[in-house]
Nanobody
């Protein structure tokens, strides 16, 4: 059974940091990534990392502030979020693709999803 289990969400003041983790079990994912959904908005791509060459891709609004990393031995992906802003407030979802090593930003390219973890940034 495939499972993605997220942890590390919480509340922080603007300028603070949080680290999210996502542990995958039951699959070997080529690409693992993070999406987020703010209240009243559609879910959007944040970042992803491939398992082979560790290439990464970030959406423009988080570039330079967020860092994605991956421990293949633990089948776990991490999202270090620094300099958080109120507009980063959202439910963050871990996603995994077992079909391709190419990083896509569309959620339809991802096969498996975590349950989501809330990140709240106050001003």
């Amino acid at each position: 059974q495939v499972r993605l289990e997220e942890s590390g969400g919480g509340s922080v003041q603007a300028g603070g940091s949080l680290r999210l983790s996502c542990a995958a079990s039951g699959l070997s994912a080529y690409v693992m990534g993070w999406f987020r959904q703010a209240p009243g908005k559609e879910r959007e791509f944040v970042t992803a990392i491939s398992g082979s060459n560790r290439s990464t891709y970030y959406t423009a609004s988080v570039k330079g502030r967020f860092t994605i990393s991956r421990d293949n031995a633990k089948n776990t992906v991490y999202l270090q979020m620094n300099s958080l802003k109120p507009e980063d407030t959202a439910v963050y979802y871990c996603a995994a693709s077992s079909r391709s090593s190419v990083i896509y930003t569309s959620e339809i390219r991802y096969d498996y999803w975590g349950q989501g973890t809330q990140v709240t940034v106050s001003s």
